[in-house]
């Protein structure tokens, strides 16, 4: 072999690393073996980074492997096609799903790396109605919860490099979890009381030489604490400019719709499942909610929420925004029929826009409430949560007031001794009729003046027996009064006053949690109905059972309504007010039927103890002593106030007779 031949050899070889070195990327392809051409193309999918973007040009110094390797063209259009639906994060968009527990003292808790999100809740206290099943605020089966952004991507349109954006949600990729050290491998994980464990869970986009990079994510961060229902988490997002970029207003759109499971054996009319959620403004927060008991909807176009809630009668999810408002809002709740399991009840969904302000560096906090709706526990985290519960917020305020100041402490104060509920009701009833007693016995001795008078008042009623004399019948009747010292309104303001206590009371019973799942006596539950007899068929304003307490309730309040008719004078009735007072206990038969328990049970409570009141108080007030001091006050001159002189002025026109014109 001459010198020419092996310096010929040198210039051939070296072309060929020149050409293998410049030459475009499907020319390689082309040479690969049929071994390499026929790879499994879902393995290749996972692996597929995006190429590298510089002046809208592909960085020669990287090669773009995955899909892109293969020469078939099925294969590429394949790639082409998970880009447009994943856009950079198609390594992401396969894999396998992973769950992580975490268990604290209240609740045990399941995330998934599919959406890196809550994927259950179980409240560890409480159970179904039924006791069989935990109580379950969120499940994957029958939640959907995700963030959904604009991902950008590469595309080669003829000879130049431009970018493309698809909209994506986080629920459709693999997150990679990220444990502290200590639990590294673990997938389940307990955190005592006063502890609390943060990790992580990561969405990377593509890069090349098929690989994550790690530089660059979204990422979850949850915080669960060791003996509370609220968890913290953030939405922060690190240098992904050019890979993700907000929906039109710099924002990233929630979507949240839950099928809300059937906890309660009954709803509340007034305590039922609907929205709820707190708009704050500049200087003030309004509370309110979507209707209970229909279809509703309702789209705040300038709204900021500080929190938004999907609630049932006891318990409560509650996404709460620390560090920014959730605005725009839609709230929507309706029926529909939900997932193949009859133990669901009403539909929710919920859309909430985030801010994004910087792509690159941006932590949205958050907290989620998973937990019972009690007073206490929801007043402790100072946000105004326990609006949820129905105690009377609306006007009139005192209604509130009463609950949360007076009934709400005695009554947690007397539970925490540990007895029975049933017993918790009847001390509470009988401290509330001692603090009342002094209006009761006020109410009493005003009727017990309006008795003795009887037989005078029916004189005057002889005296004016035709209906048109009914002026003069009242003025007599009055004349009377006043001149005995007594005020016939005396006994009804007392009554007033003990009105929106047993109003505050009808809202505090049904919605009290404590009572939930409490027996006592016959009764199984006293925050649901007492039934001792399951009719054959359903009374229409009645039901298809037999509440004990509410009979008992009804008759006692019949009683009750026949005493106080025979201590009054039933000339100072209104025409039909008599069988309009038998009636209404009749419809509280219906009413209070399907009503909790424990309220009917302090009701008929408080009607016995009114008539041992009534039986005390008639032994000490003497009626002859009465009489007789009503007859003194007749004796004593009396000063017409200015007033009373008009009345007597503008009745006397009225009655004088009009003279004949000529």
């Not at 991507?153 to 000879?159: F, K, N």
């Not at 240098?239 to 499971?261: E, M, N, Q, T, Y």
């Not at 539950?525 to 509410?550: C, K, M, N, Q």
Request: glycine residues 4%; aromatic residues 14%.
């Amino acid at each position: 072999m001459n010198r020419n031949t092996i310096i010929g050899l040198v210039l051939i070889l070296g072309l060929f690393i020149l050409w293998g070195q410049f030459m475009p990327k499907e020319e390689i392809e082309t040479a690969t073996t049929t071994e390499e051409q026929t790879d499994d193309k879902t393995k290749q999918a996972k692996e597929s980074p995006e190429p590298n973007v510089k002046n809208n040009k592909p960085d020669e110094q990287v090669l773009i492997t995955g899909f892109e390797q293969s020469t078939p063209q099925d294969s590429k259009s394949e790639y082409q096609q998970l880009r447009k639906q994943f856009g950079v994060f198609v390594h992401s968009s396969q894999g396998d799903e992973e769950f992580i527990t975490v268990e604290n003292e209240v609740m045990k808790m399941r995330f998934t790396t599919k959406g890196g999100r809550v994927y259950s809740v179980e409240l560890k206290d409480y159970r179904t109605y039924d006791t069989s099943q935990p109580v379950i605020l969120f499940d994957s089966d029958s939640t959907r919860f995700g963030y959904i952004f604009n991902s950008i991507y590469p595309v080669l349109l003829d000879t130049i490099w431009t970018h493309q954006e698809v909209q994506i949600n986080t629920n459709d990729f693999y997150f990679q979890s990220i444990l502290p050290e200590a639990y590294s491998g673990s997938n389940s994980i307990i955190v005592s009381k006063d502890d609390s464990l943060t990790f992580k869970f990561r969405l990377y986009p593509d890069a090349s030489n098929n690989k994550i990079n790690s530089d660059k994510y979204l990422e979850f961060v949850y915080t669960v604490y060791g003996n509370q229902y609220m968890i913290d988490y953030s939405l922060n997002l690190k240098d992904l400019k050019g890979a993700v970029s907000p929906l039109i207003g710099d924002v990233f759109k929630l979507d949240w719709k839950a099928h809300l499971r059937q906890q309660e054996r009954t709803q509340d009319r007034l305590n039922g499942t609907t929205i709820q959620y707190r708009e704050d403004y500049e200087s003030k927060s309004e509370y309110d909610y979507l209707s209970e008991n229909s279809d509703d909807s309702l789209t705040i176009i300038n709204g900021r929420l500080r929190w938004v809630s999907m609630k049932q009668r006891f318990f409560a999810t509650t996404l709460i925004s620390r560090n920014s408002f959730l605005k725009k809002p839609t709230l929507i709740q309706y029926f529909e029929k939900a997932p193949s399991d009859t133990n669901y009840l009403q539909t929710m969904k919920v859309d909430l826009e985030i801010p994004i302000n910087n792509v690159d560096n941006s932590s949205s906090q958050f907290s989620f409430y998973f937990g019972p709706l009690k007073y206490k526990t929801l007043r402790s985290y100072d946000l105004g949560l326990e609006r949820q519960i129905p105690l009377g917020w609306s006007f009139p305020y005192i209604l509130s007031w009463i609950n949360r100041f007076a009934v709400i402490p005695v009554f947690d104060w007397l539970g925490g001794y540990g007895w029975n509920y049933g017993i918790v009701i009847l001390l509470l009833t009988i401290m509330l009729k001692i603090v009342l007693f002094p209006i009761a016995y006020k109410t009493y001795r005003s009727t017990a003046k309006m008795r003795v008078l009887k037989p005078e008042i029916d004189e005057i009623s002889k005296k004016f027996p035709k209906k048109e004399d009914s002026m003069k019948k009242q003025q007599a009747t009055m004349a009377l009064y006043k001149k005995a010292g007594v005020n016939p309104m005396a006994g009804c303001v007392p009554m007033l006053l003990q009105f929106p206590i047993l109003i505050a009371l009808f809202r505090f019973f049904p919605s009290s949690i404590e009572l939930r799942q409490q027996s006592f006596l016959w009764a199984h539950d006293l925050s649901s109905y007492d039934s001792i007899a399951r009719l054959p068929f359903e009374i229409p304003f009645y039901g298809d059972h037999v509440s004990l307490f509410t009979l008992l309730m009804t008759v006692s309040t019949i009683i009750y309504t026949w005493m106080n008719n025979q201590m009054m004078s039933s000339s100072q009735q209104m025409p039909g007010m008599k069988t309009m007072m038998y009636l209404m206990p009749i419809m509280f038969l219906g009413i209070f039927n399907n009503y909790a328990s424990g309220l009917s049970y302090y009701y008929f409570l408080a009607n016995i103890i009114t008539f041992g009141q009534m039986f005390v108080i008639r032994r000490t007030i003497n009626e002859d002593k009465i009489y007789k001091k009503l007859q003194e006050h007749k004796k004593k001159p009396k000063k017409q106030s200015g007033f009373q002189k008009r009345l007597d002025e503008a009745a006397k026109k009225r009655n004088k007779p009009h003279g004949k014109k000529k």
